[in-house]
């Protein structure tokens, strides 16, 4: 049972615009939600995350916003840059967990 | 500081052979953690490993199983391949069991061929 879903498999943007990636999460327990960033041929790298008692967590071009009565949480990334193309994963994880939860990803591609 | 390194890069068998693939954890961290990223899937977690012991498994059949050393580098065997075992497996460590605030930190991953 997927409890982290990411429904939007891909999303292509033009350099120097916003880039807005979309997760949804079924399970009511979590508590903790990050963005891992991953390149071809390399392992996936934390990029940001917030703790369910925020609802906005700002890093430079990177935030990440958490709607907890929706359970849906966005990263933009303002401005695109082409580095900024990959794949990009939603993560969850309770205070009980013992494991990261991931969505199945969506592709960026910033088009210059 | 080393990441976390895993070996090997690609491997390719066939149907009913098994697979034993290598992980070492960042130094410090005792936690490893195994996920399968099949095609068009997100991050499965497969195992997770601490202090030597496994500590929890994911909806993953017997066939795959693993272990920890002392050094806490670890691997992961698949016995008895099937052709949807073909995927990514990616290695992940952390101090101690992850938490939001205790993220964990990958490897490159393994890229398992199923002929």
């Known amino acids: 049972d997927q409890q982290v879903k990411q429904n939007s498999p891909s999303l292509s943007v033009q350099e120097g615009r916003i880039s807005i990636l979309n997760c949804d999460y079924t399970?009511?327990?979590?508590?903790?939600f990050l963005w891992y960033k991953k390149y071809p041929a390399e392992g996936p790298t934390f990029l940001i995350s917030i703790s369910s008692i925020k609802d906005k967590n700002e890093d430079g071009r990177f935030t990440v916003f958490l709607n907890k009565s929706a359970k849906h949480l966005s990263l933009h990334i303002v401005p695109s840059q082409p580095g900024d193309s990959a794949v990009y994963f939603c993560a969850a994880i309770g205070s009980n967990d013992y494991k990261l939860s991931f969505g199945a990803g969506t592709t960026v591609t910033v088009r210059a | 500081e080393a990441g976390v390194t895993q070996s090997p890069t690609h491997l390719i068998k066939t149907r009913g052979q098994q697979a034993t693939l290598r992980c070492s954890p960042i130094s410090g961290h005792t936690s490893v953690y195994w996920y399968q990223q099949a095609l068009g899937l997100g991050l499965q977690f497969l195992l997770w490993y601490d202090e030597g012991e496994e500590r929890n498994r994911g909806n993953f059949p017997p066939r795959f199983s693993g272990r920890q050393f002392p050094n806490y580098s670890s691997e992961l065997n698949v016995n008895a391949l099937e052709l949807e075992d073909s995927a990514l497996y990616l290695c992940?460590?952390?101090?101690?069991?992850?938490?939001?605030?205790?993220?964990?930190?990958f490897g490159a991953g393994s890229r398992l061929t199923v002929l």
């Open positions: 992940a460590s952390s101090q101690v069991r992850v938490t939001g605030a205790n993220v964990l930190t």
């Open positions: 399970n009511s327990m979590f508590d903790y």
